[in-house]
């Protein structure tokens, strides 16, 4: 996939999620999580919402649209909005001749404000309980129906046939339109939402003429009818969107996740949307991304903080390496790459190494694989500042990669790196020691890098670094022992 591009509209949704939070100016109305027991497999297992906008990423049958439903559930309507829907969970989990839902329990926890509480929805038979306890807010789901062609649906072939419509038209404003226009990347001169018994069409207009929903492409269908969704949504309403990326293609998808962080931003508004798509992942923050994993008993474990690259990996069809080392990033997989290629080179090409995120998910990932419950062979591989953990290998070192390696000081070393850069030991010496004045030493690769010149890439300055550091400065020792860690896991 490349190098992993954030989009630019998350910071101020960071900076004022960061700050204001639940308080008035934030988010006073928010789903923190959903426990969810006795439904389509779940057995209590507990998926929550860390930020404004939050993807959940799974193969099909994981569980991805029953998050999605169970949240749609949570509120009923506000007292004075009652055009508004109010969504109950026998609208998407009902009885039928084939299954009986009961000894269910779909528990809640949500900010009113600064205050945290609880609702439980129960089912233990025939009916549900706890209704009347819900709050009042706002909920917007589009499921994935929305990517159906319009012709297939039904009752709409007859507005098709005929020969002069009869039904309502809503304008779209130019906000709408503008929006719109940015996610399609395609100037429309008007647009508009036409209703006929309670059936909604599309109609839009650029210089070539007007058409409907019966003659747009998917994505453009699919992304008029979230236009229209979005101009409904008040302030501090809950937006649910199932397969967000649906008929869009890659640049589309990460125009449309800017556009959603704008309106969460602008107006408080809290999405949960599914997705299988990287790039959508790739738009967001780790603590958005939730990766759920379904096990070959039928159990659930909820993964907060995958890299996109980990979720298609596990969502793919490809035939993987005999073992997968899960490090925390990309940094972290070129230092492993140097100690064995010097320890052990002849087994590089029986394993992949995977950056999936923060310490925790790495820990998350090796208690998963020492229990037997991920598919392949796998390890975690921690930093040498973190503490031992089932399933995982330390590095050697007691720091952070990037301390590790800059914060040497044998000449000898920088020598030897300054030959294989190109510069002299002087000037690198120097780049070394303006970047380790920054507080973020995921920064001191770059930093050098610019301090070097525009000849010397970053990616270079941090791979000749470590490769010189694992042949010249680990102890042979540690080296071999950390091998043999990865070997014994690999069965030789």
């Known amino acids: ?202 109609i839009l207009s650029t210089t070539e003429g007007e058409y409907s929903n019966f003659h747009q492409g998917a994505g ?16 501090n309403s809950l937006v649910i969107i199932d397969e967000i990326e649906s008929s869009l293609h890659p640049r589309a998808q990460r125009r449309l996740m800017a556009e959603l962080f704008s309106i969460a931003h602008s107006q408080r508004i809290q999405f949960i949307l599914s997705t299988h798509s990287p790039y959508v992942l790739e738009q967001l923050p780790a603590e958005a991304r939730v990766y759920i994993q379904l096990e070959r008993g039928g159990t659930r474990d909820v993964i907060y903080g995958v890299t ?74 921690l930093d040498g500042d973190q503490n031992p953990a089932a399933g995982c290998v330390k590095m050697p070192g007691n720091s952070a990669p990037e301390r590790e390696v800059f914060e040497n000081s044998d000449e000898d070393y920088w020598d030897v790196v300054a030959q294989r850069l190109g510069v002299r030991t002087g000037d690198l010496l120097d780049a070394v020691e303006d970047a380790r004045r920054l507080e973020n030493h995921h920064a001191w690769s770059r930093r050098i890098a610019e301090n070097l010149g525009p000849r010397v890439r970053a990616d270079r300055v941090w791979e000749d670094a470590a490769s010189v550091w694992a042949q010249q400065v680990v102890n042979s020792a540690d080296r071999t022992r950390f091998a043999e860690c990865i070997l014994s896991r690999l069965g030789d």
């Open 220 to 235: 453009e269908d699919a992304t008029t009818d979230l236009v229209t969704l979005l101009r409904a949504a008040p302030r």
């Open 308 to 381: 996109p690259d980990f979720a298609m990996s596990l969502m793919d069809d490809v035939d993987h390496a005999e073992l997968t080392l899960y490090c925390e990033d990309r940094e972290a997989a070129v230092m492993i790459d140097a100690l064995l290629s010097i320890e052990r080179p002849e087994i590089r090409r029986r394993i992949s190494v995977t950056p999936v995120g923060p310490a925790s998910t790495v820990k998350t990932l090796g208690h998963l694989s020492y229990d037997d419950k991920l598919p392949g062979k796998s390890i975690g591989v």
């Open 1 to 202: 996939m490349g190098n992993t591009r954030i989009s630019t509209t998350v910071s101020p949704l960071t900076s004022d999620w960061n700050t204001d939070r639940y308080s008035e100016k934030g988010w006073p109305q928010f789903l923190d999580s959903v426990t969810i027991a006795g439904l389509r497999g779940w057995a209590g297992e507990t998926v929550e919402f860390r930020f404004p906008v939050t993807a959940i990423a799974g193969e099909n049958g994981a569980g991805k649209s029953t998050i999605l439903k169970a949240a749609a559930a949570a509120y009923r309507a506000p007292d004075n909005r009652p055009e508004m829907r109010t969504f109950y969970p026998d609208d998407f989990f009902p009885n039928t001749p084939w299954e009986r839902v009961e000894r269910v329990s779909l528990l809640y926890q949500f900010h009113l404000g600064v205050s945290s509480t609880a609702l439980n929805l129960r089912k233990p038979s025939k009916r549900w309980r706890g209704m009347p306890e819900r709050v009042g807010r706002p909920v917007f789901f589009l499921d994935i129906s929305r990517i159906q062609p319009i012709d297939t649906l039904i009752g709409y072939g007859k507005i098709a046939k005929q020969s002069t419509f009869r039904g309502d038209e809503t304008e779209f404003s130019e906000a709408d339109r503008n929006t719109l226009a940015r996610i399609m990347n395609k100037s429309y001169t008007a647009g508009k939402m036409a209703t006929y018994e309670q059936k909604q069409i599309g």
